[in-house]
C-alpha cells in the first residue's frame, strides 16, 4: 500500500506503507542510531513524535521481551529506508513488522530517509502528516501546519505510572540492598531502575503527581528524577515538586530530569533546531577531562547562561556546546543530559550511577 509523509512546509516522501493504517500528525525527528531500533520505539521520551531512522535496513534481528525500554510501543510513527521482513536472532520472538501491526503504529519505508535527516537539520524538526489512506497533500500539509507543536506540551501525563510500585525482575532478588531510592516516573526506561536495582538499591517507582511531601514521606536515600517526553517548561508540577527535593536528599536527573532539575534551580530551558537523537555524541566532564561517547534523546536543553551562581555546568556536548550536565555547588543534586544507562548505546557513562550511590552513601555518614 503506497503511503506518504507530508511536513509542515509541504516537503513531501512518497513510499510505502507498513504496520497499522491510518493517517497520525506528530513532530518528525530523526535517530541516527545503528542499532537499538526497539529500544527506541519503547522509550518513552519519544511519546508522540514520528521517528526516522537514519541507519538503511532496520528489524533484521527481531524482537524480544528483554530489550523493551516501557510496556509498550511510544512513538507515533515509524520511517525507515528498507523494512526488513525477516530476523536472524536466537533472542527473536517475533517481526517487527508484526509486532508494530499488533500495536497499532503506522509505519513509512522506501523514502530517502537521509535526505529527510539533511531537511530536518536544515530546516529544524517540524511537524508531519504519516497517511496511507490518500495523498491528498495540500490536506495532509495543513493538518501538519495546525497540529500542535512539541514546545508548550505536557507528554508527561501519557507515559507516567498510574500508582507507585516496587521495582523487581528475576535475578534482582538476590541482590543485597543497600540504599532505598525512589525514581520519579515522568517517563522512565526501564534500564534506569535496572542499573539502580544492580547496584544494590531498592527501586520505588511514583508517578509524576507525586509531591515533594509524599516522596519524603516514604523516606528514600536518594531521588532519581526520570526521563521523559515533551517540554520540560510545561511539566510545571514536576519543577515544584523538584524545588522541594533540593538539599534533602541525593538527587539525579537524566534527560528530562536534567531540564527539570535545572528549571527548579533558577535556569531556563529552550527548544533545540533539531535536537540530539542517537548513540555517538561525545560529551566533555569539565572535572576530568574525560570525553564520553553517549547515548541522546531529547529536543530541548538547559541553557548555561541562565543558571544562577550556586550551580555549574559539569559537562559540555562536543558537537555544539549546549549543556549536557550540571551540579548544584551546595546541595547534592546533579544531573545529566544525555542517557547513562544506553538501552541503545555505549557504557562510557555508567559510572555516574556509581557516582549517585557514592554521594548517596556520603550523605548517610
Same mark, same amino acid.
Given at each position: 500500500m503506497d503511503a506518504v509523509l507530508v511536513l509542515e512546509? &509541504?516537503?513531501?516522501?512518497?513510499?510505502?506503507?507498513?504496520? %497499522?493504517?491510518?493517517?497520525?500528525?506528530?513532530?518528525?525527528?530523526?535517530?541516527?542510531?545503528? %542499532? &537499538?531500533?526497539?529500544?527506541?520505539?519503547?522509550?518513552?521520551?519519544?511519546?508522540?513524535?514520528?521517528?526516522? @531512522?537514519?541507519?538503511?535496513?532496520?528489524?533484521?534481528?527481531?524482537?524480544?521481551?528483554?530489550? @523493551?525500554?516501557?510496556?509498550?510501543?511510544?512513538?507515533?510513527?515509524?520511517?525507515?529506508?528498507?523494512?526488513?521482513?525477516?530476523?536472524?536472532?536466537?533472542?527473536?520472538?517475533?517481526?517487527?513488522?508484526?509486532?508494530?501491526?499488533?500495536?497499532?503504529?503506522?509505519?513509512?519505508? &522506501?523514502?530517502?530517509?537521509? %535526505?529527510?535527516?539533511?531537511?530536518?537539520?536544515?530546516?529544524?524538526?517540524?511537524?508531519?502528516?504519516?497517511?496511507?489512506?490518500?495523498?491528498?497533500?495540500?490536506r495532509l500539509a495543513k493538518k501538519a501546519q495546525t497540529a500542535p507543536h512539541m514546545a508548550g506540551q505536557d507528554l508527561v501525563k501519557n507515559v507516567t505510572c498510574a500508582e507507585a510500585y516496587d521495582f523487581m525482575e528475576p535475578g534482582l532478588e538476590k541482590i543485597k540492598v543497600e540504599q532505598k531510592v525512589t525514581v520519579i516516573d515522568y517517563g522512565a526506561k526501564g534500564n534506569i531502575c535496572r542499573e539502580l536495582a544492580h547496584r544494590g538499591s531498592k527501586v520505588r517507582v511514583v508517578p509524576a503527581s507525586y509531591t515533594a511531601g509524599q516522596i519524603l514521606g516514604e523516606q528514600p536515600d536518594g531521588i532519581m528524577v526520570s526521563n521523559g517526553p515533551g517540554d520540560p517548561a510545561a511539566v510545571d508540577y514536576a519543577i515544584e515538586t523538584v524545588k522541594g527535593l533540593v538539599g534533602k536528599v541525593p538527587l539525579f536527573g537524566i534527560c528530562l530530569g536534567h531540564q527539570i532539575l535545572g528549571l527548579a534551580l533558577g535556569g531556563q530551558t529552550k527548544k533545540m533546531k533539531f535536537g540530539h537523537r542517537g548513540v555517538n555524541h561525545p560529551v566533555k566532564d569539565l572535572v576530568t577531562g574525560r570525553i564520553s561517547i553517549t547515548s541522546q534523546n531529547h529536543g530541548f536543553c538547559v541553557e548555561a547562561e541562565s543558571l544562577p551562581d550556586n550551580v555549574e555546568v559539569t559537562h559540555l556536548n562536543m558537537n555544539d556546546r549546549t549543556v549536557e550536565g550540571l551540579r548544584h555547588k551546595e546541595a547534592p543534586a546533579f544531573s545529566v543530559q544525555y542517557h547513562p544507562e544506553a538501552s541503545p548505546g555505549p557504557n562510557d557513562a555508567k559510572y555516574l550511577f556509581d557516582s549517585f550511590i557514592d554521594l548517596i552513601k556520603k550523605q548517610d555518614h
Open positions: 512546509d &509541504g516537503r513531501v516522501f512518497k513510499g510505502k506503507s507498513f504496520g %497499522a493504517q491510518g493517517e497520525i500528525a506528530a513532530e518528525v525527528v530523526f535517530n541516527t542510531g545503528m %542499532a &537499538g531500533y526497539q529500544e527506541v520505539l519503547t522509550d518513552p521520551s519519544y511519546n508522540g513524535q514520528i521517528v526516522n @531512522m537514519t541507519y538503511p535496513l532496520i528489524g533484521n534481528y527481531g524482537v524480544n521481551d528483554q530489550d @523493551m525500554e516501557s510496556g509498550r510501543i511510544q512513538v507515533a510513527g515509524y520511517v525507515v529506508r528498507e523494512l526488513c521482513r525477516w530476523h536472524s536472532n536466537f533472542r527473536a520472538q517475533q517481526p517487527l513488522e508484526k509486532w508494530l501491526t499488533g500495536q497499532g503504529i503506522m509505519g513509512l519505508e &522506501g523514502i530517502d530517509t537521509r %535526505a529527510l535527516t539533511r531537511h530536518i537539520r536544515e530546516a529544524g524538526s517540524m511537524n508531519g502528516v504519516l497517511s496511507n489512506t490518500g495523498e491528498d497533500v495540500a
